[in-house]
C-alpha cells in the first residue's frame, strides 16, 4: 500500500516558522516607531488550479509575513504548499502589497482592499515508479483581494492570484497584526 509521503509538509512547515521567526524580531521593534502598521503575518489555505488539458484542481497551504515600508506598502517572504496526488510543489516569493486605502492614524482600515504581486522560485517533486524527480523554476504571482478587520489585531480576508507555473489560486487568509 502506497502512503503519502508527509516529509514535504514538515519541510514546507518548518520553512515557514523559520522564515518567519527570522523576520519578526527586528521588524517588529522599528514598524512601531513609524506612521504606518506594524509588521503582520498571514495564515493562508486554498485552492489553485492549473492549466492543463483542462483544471488541474489542488489545495494549498501556507503563510506570509508584511512589513509595512510606507502607510500603504508592505513587502515580505510568503511561503506556499501545494499537494497533488503524486506530487507537491513548493512556492516561495518575496511579495510587495499595496493597500488601496490608507488609514490617516497609522491604524488599519476596518476594510482594506489590496493588490500584491510577488516573484521567486516553483519547486516541483513527482513520485514515478523509477524514482523521485525534482525540478525548479522561477515563480510570480500577481492579484488582489480583501482584509477585514476581526478585532484589534486580527483581520480575516480573500485574495485571488494568477501566476505561473500558470495557475490561478484563491486562498481564505488569517493575518495577526504584531507591531502597534
Same mark, same amino acid.
Given at each position: 500500500?502506497? %502512503?503519502?509521503?508527509? $516529509?514535504?509538509?514538515g519541510?514546507?512547515?518548518?520553512?515557514? &516558522?523559520?522564515? &518567519?521567526?527570522?523576520?519578526?524580531?527586528?521588524? %517588529?521593534?522599528?514598524?512601531?516607531?513609524?506612521?504606518?502598521?506594524? =509588521?503582520?503575518?498571514?495564515?493562508?489555505?486554498g485552492?489553485?488550479? =492549473?492549466?492543463?488539458?483542462?483544471? @488541474?484542481? *489542488?489545495?494549498?497551504?501556507?503563510?506570509?509575513?508584511?512589513?509595512?515600508?510606507?502607510? $500603504?506598502?508592505?513587502?515580505?517572504?510568503?511561503?506556499?504548499?501545494?499537494?497533488?496526488?503524486?506530487?507537491?510543489?513548493?512556492?516561495?516569493?518575496?511579495?510587495?502589497?499595496?493597500?488601496?486605502?490608507?488609514? %490617516?492614524?497609522?491604524?488599519?482600515?476596518? @476594510? %482594506?482592499? +489590496? &493588490?500584491?504581486?510577488?516573484?521567486?522560485? =516553483?519547486?516541483?517533486? *513527482?513520485? +514515478?515508479?523509477?524514482? $523521485?524527480?525534482s525540478?525548479?523554476?522561477?515563480? +510570480?504571482?500577481?492579484?488582489?483581494?480583501?482584509? @477585514?478587520?476581526?478585532g484589534?489585531? @486580527?483581520?480575516?480576508?480573500?485574495?485571488?492570484?494568477?501566476?505561473? *507555473?500558470l495557475?490561478?489560486?484563491v486562498?481564505?487568509?488569517?493575518? &495577526?497584526?504584531?507591531? $502597534?
Amino acid at each position: 500500500m502506497n %502512503t503519502p509521503d508527509t $516529509r514535504p509538509m514538515g519541510t514546507a512547515i518548518r520553512a515557514l &516558522l523559520v522564515a &518567519l521567526t527570522l523576520i519578526a524580531g527586528p521588524m %517588529t521593534g522599528s514598524a512601531t516607531a513609524q506612521s504606518h502598521p506594524g =509588521f503582520a503575518v498571514d495564515l493562508t489555505a486554498g485552492w489553485v488550479g =492549473f492549466a492543463d488539458d483542462g483544471i @488541474v484542481s *489542488e489545495g494549498l497551504i501556507g503563510g506570509a509575513a508584511r512589513w509595512y515600508v510606507l502607510r $500603504r506598502v508592505s513587502i515580505g517572504p510568503e511561503i506556499i504548499y501545494i499537494r497533488g496526488g503524486d506530487h507537491s510543489h513548493l512556492v516561495v516569493t518575496g511579495n510587495a502589497t499595496w493597500d488601496l486605502l490608507a488609514s %490617516t492614524d497609522g491604524r488599519p482600515l476596518r @476594510v %482594506t482592499p +489590496f &493588490l500584491v504581486a510577488g516573484g521567486g522560485v =516553483f519547486q516541483t517533486r *513527482e513520485s +514515478f515508479p523509477a524514482g $523521485r524527480y525534482s525540478s525548479s523554476e522561477g515563480a +510570480f504571482t500577481a492579484g488582489g483581494g480583501v482584509r @477585514v478587520a476581526a478585532g484589534n489585531r @486580527v483581520t480575516i480576508g480573500i485574495d485571488a492570484r494568477v501566476g505561473w *507555473e500558470l495557475h490561478v489560486r484563491v486562498s481564505g487568509l488569517v493575518g &495577526l497584526r504584531l507591531g $502597534r
